[in-house]
């Protein structure tokens, strides 16, 4: 059964997307390979500002980090100990919490990443 909201309508983290999932999945599987699963559903769906919001601060946040690894890890010694020791089980942190909000149904949004993923859905 889904719930409605106030107005009758289905709240986005409730809705099917036009992916064919229920919101909450698409929105967890949007983190589930980083920034390609956020970047593939956000490509995928139009129409529903949950799974988009989410799609796009997997992007945001696991593209950052990937990024971050790479500069890191062409540093030698100290960059190299960043990127080994620091940026992975961070990753993994991350990964681990957005997923579970996601499927959750919450908005769920990082300080950074989130405010700009908001203003551009």
């Given at each position: 059964m889904t719930s409605t909201g106030p107005s009758g309508a289905v709240p986005d983290n409730?809705?099917?997307?036009?992916?064919?999932?229920?919101?909450?999945?698409a929105a967890a599987v949007a983190y589930g390979l980083g920034w390609i699963t956020g970047l593939a559903l956000l490509l995928m769906e139009h129409e529903n500002r949950f799974v988009r919001?989410?799609?796009?601060?997997s992007i945001i946040v696991f593209g950052a980090l990937s990024?971050?690894?790479f500069l890191c890890f062409?540093?030698?010694?100290?960059?190299?100990?960043?990127?080994?020791f620091i940026i992975p089980p961070v990753s993994?942190?991350?990964w681990l919490l957005l997923m579970f909000k996601a499927y959750q149904g919450e908005h769920f949004k990082l300080p950074?990443?989130?405010?700009?993923?908001?203003?551009?859905?």
């Open positions: 409730k809705a099917r997307t036009s992916v064919g999932l229920d919101a909450n999945v919001f989410h799609a796009l601060q990024f971050a690894w062409s540093v030698p010694l100290f960059g190299w100990l960043v990127s080994l993994a942190g991350l950074i990443a989130g405010d700009m993923a908001e203003r551009n859905i």
